[in-house]
């Protein structure tokens, strides 16, 4: 006992007794309806079940999800395409994008998709915050295929629906996986 301390101070310092474990049968760790049960002991087993390491993935719901998000961006890239095609055919003018089709565009959408999905699945085996690194390389990676048909088309008006087409194919890409990828931890 510490000077100036009374006996209520000191009862406060101290931990109540345990009654997590049933002290049945000479102080085992189990009581008896759990013996009782028909489940062996952890010996029998070998020890305690071993961890698994890593992130823990449904890859059911993981590729599913990665599958729809290439369908979409198929589709976004497909019907951009087709609408700048037909904005640029309206005025008489034929659209300089390097003889790719809305059919062309819509694989492209398809492909970074799957990639993007594989860059997911990399990060979160791999970092810590996947979504925050993967938020920053796939935004970096739309504002280079935004800027680049800027700088290197030669008539301004096609590379900026150049620039326009990637940027509608590339923002359903950042928007799915990062809302898919808050559902693939099991």
């Known amino acids: 006992m510490y000077p100036g301390q009374d006996d209520q101070t000191r009862r406060m310092g101290q931990q109540p007794e345990s009654r997590a474990y049933s002290q049945v049968g000479g102080g085992q760790a189990y009581d008896g309806d759990y ?5 062996p002991p ?11 390491r890593g992130p823990a993935v449904d890859m059911g719901k993981f590729v599913g999800s990665v599958i729809a998000t290439a369908v979409v961006a198929a589709i976004a890239g ?3 395409a087709w609408v700048v095609e037909a904005v640029f055919n309206r005025f008489g003018q034929p659209w300089a994008n390097g003889g790719n089709t809305p059919t062309m565009y ?4 398809a492909v970074a998709a799957i990639l993007a ?5 990399l990060l979160l085996v791999g970092t810590a915050n996947p979504r925050q690194f993967f938020s920053w390389t796939v ?8 800027v680049l048909p800027l700088l290197l088309t030669v008539p ?3 590379g900026v629906a150049a620039a326009i087409v990637n940027l509608f194919i590339g923002l359903p890409i950042l928007a799915l996986t990062s809302a898919f990828s808050g559902t693939i931890r099991t």
């Open 139 to 146: 935004g970096l990676l739309i504002v280079a295929a935004v």
């Open 156 to 158: 301004f008006i096609d």
């Open 78 to 80: 497909w019907l951009i």
């Open 106 to 109: 819509a694989i492209y959408g």
């Open 42 to 52: 952890e010996s029998q087993y070998g020890g305690a079940p071993e961890r698994r």
């Open 35 to 39: 013996a009782a049960s028909g489940y």
């Open 117 to 121: 999905g594989l860059l997911w699945y």
